[in-house]
Structures are given as structure tokens and as C-alpha cells.
């Protein structure tokens, strides 16, 4: 979550410099690899740690959103040049929308994964007493004496 604030940081510093404009967003793209590169990682990582499936398709999303920034962002190159450059602004806006997008889906895994340690912990059947450490029936209940 934190590299997608920063994230659009650097797209906001980059929109409002005055470098010129390949220097003034050279963060925001090389970050953008980050985002690619971090989501796929995460997702591998969940895959093998034997996540719910749906927070490992969720990490694969964000991994999937990103090329799909690439794409707008190329559109709307091919779109500026020449004299359809409003065509091109009009694309590149969806660029925006669809960091949106990630930043929203970025927020439910974070939201389902802090949920996950709550659930593993009251789900764990305890021993008797309510006592994890202590011997007795897996189900927690007691047994009477014969």
C-alpha cells in the first residue's frame, strides 16, 4: 500500500515539475517496475505458503493492472502524436482511473490479509481447559471418568 501512495507522489511531483517531462516522471516509471515486480513476488509467496486463493489472485490483479498501465500509457502516446493529442489525453486519463483501481485493490489485500491471524488463531481447536499447551482431546472437551 505504501508504494502505491508513493507512487502517485511521484506521478504528482513529476506532473507539477518543471524538468522536462522524461526526467520529472523517470521515479514514477522506474517505481511502476516495482509494483509489477513486488505483486507477482506476493503472489508466488502466498501460492507456496498456501494462501486463500483468492489473496494470491488479488496479488496476481495488481501484477495484471500494472501492464495494463503500460498499455494505456502507450496508447495515449500513440494517440498524442499528431493532431489527435486531446484523443490521447482522454486515454492517458485512464491511467489515473486505473491506478485507482490497484490502489482499491492494494487496500482489500491488506484488509483480508490482517484478517487472516484472527482467523487462524480463533479457528485452532484448543485442549482441554481452553489450553493449546496442555494434553487433552483435540475438540477441547472433557471425557467422563468410567
Known sequence: ??????????AGSGAFSTAPNDESFRPHRALGYVIFLLPVLMAIVAALARMPG???GMAGLVAGLTVV???IAQLA???GDGDSATVGQLV???HAVNGLVIMAVVGMIVRQARALPRSVVTDRPTGAGGD????GPATGSAQPAS
Do not use: H, I, N, S
Open 132 to 135: 493449546a499447551g496442555m494434553p
Open 69 to 71: 498501465q503500460v498499455v
Open 1 to 10: 500500500m505504501l508504494v502505491v501512495v508513493a507512487q502517485f507522489y511521484f
Open 77 to 79: 502516446k500513440a494517440f
Open 92 to 94: 492517458f486519463g485512464l
Open 54 to 56: 483468492r489473496l494470491v
